[in-house]
């Protein structure tokens, strides 16, 4: 139980173009879920909190009109990343707490989306 | 000073060995702390989970929290090569929004 996907798990595009990156929760209903960023031999820095059907809170230093998150149900939110460029490389990973779940902390996480800008 | 901190390593062990990995925090509202293993280019899996103090144990691994210390460990008996990834600690306070420590990489030498 408790398994997160992402698609796509790897994009490579050329700078100045849009990416989307799905995040779906596919056994549990998720209220809450999470983006993060990696960069290589680096911690998950935090970048945004996305709850169903309202705006998502985003974190300090991170551009909420650059990185936009829709989380229109219960089992996806989205993000895309407008106009990247090749310093928005990097590895975007989601994470989704189960609503419900008395241990209210628990992040299940994806196997994460290689993004590359060229 | 980071909220949580974790040395990066590398940290190479003989198969068979324990393994002790440590986090240091400062954050006194910490309640809830967390082991992640990350593969390369996969998303973390949960490892172990532990509200506030004390020792949980799960086959190999056993988490300790020392909330006085602001130290947690992880330990792992008996170690594989397939244990061989980075170990993340993880902490919250709670609001559900979570704090990473750096990640050490662990390599298991057969």
């Known amino acids: 139980g408790a398994v997160v996907s992402q698609h796509p798990s790897r994009v490579i595009c050329k700078s100045g173009t849009s990416v989307k990156i799905e995040c779906r929760s596919l056994?549990?209903?998720?209220?809450?879920m999470f983006w993060y960023r990696q960069f290589p031999k680096q911690s998950l820095m935090l970048m945004a909190t996305s709850n169903e059907g309202s705006k998502a809170t985003y974190e300090q230093g991170v551009e909420k009109d650059k990185f936009l998150i829709n989380h229109a149900s219960l089992t996806l939110s989205t993000l895309t990343v407008t106009s990247a460029h090749p310093e928005d490389s990097s590895f975007y990973i989601c994470s989704a707490i189960q609503t419900g779940l008395a241990a209210s902390d628990t992040q299940y996480f994806g196997p994460g989306t290689r993004l590359t800008v060229l | 000073q980071k909220e949580v901190e974790q040395d990066p390593g590398p940290l190479s062990v003989p198969e068979g060995a324990i393994v002790s990995l440590n986090c240091t925090y400062s954050?006194?509202?910490?309640?809830?702390f967390m082991w992640y293993r990350q593969y390369s280019r996969k998303g973390p899996e949960l490892l172990m989970y532990?509200?506030?103090?004390g020792n949980k144990e799960d086959g190999r691994f056993t988490a300790q929290v020392d909330k006085s210390s602001k130290y947690i460990s992880l330990f792992i008996r008996d170690s594989q090569p397939s244990d061989s990834a980075t170990y993340l600690c993880a902490m919250s306070a709670g609001a559900q929004k979570l704090v990473f420590g750096q990640g050490t990489r662990l390599t298991i030498n057969p």
């Open positions: 954050n006194s509202a910490f309640q809830y």
């Open positions: 056994d549990f209903q998720a209220t809450t």
């Open positions: 532990t509200y506030s103090s």
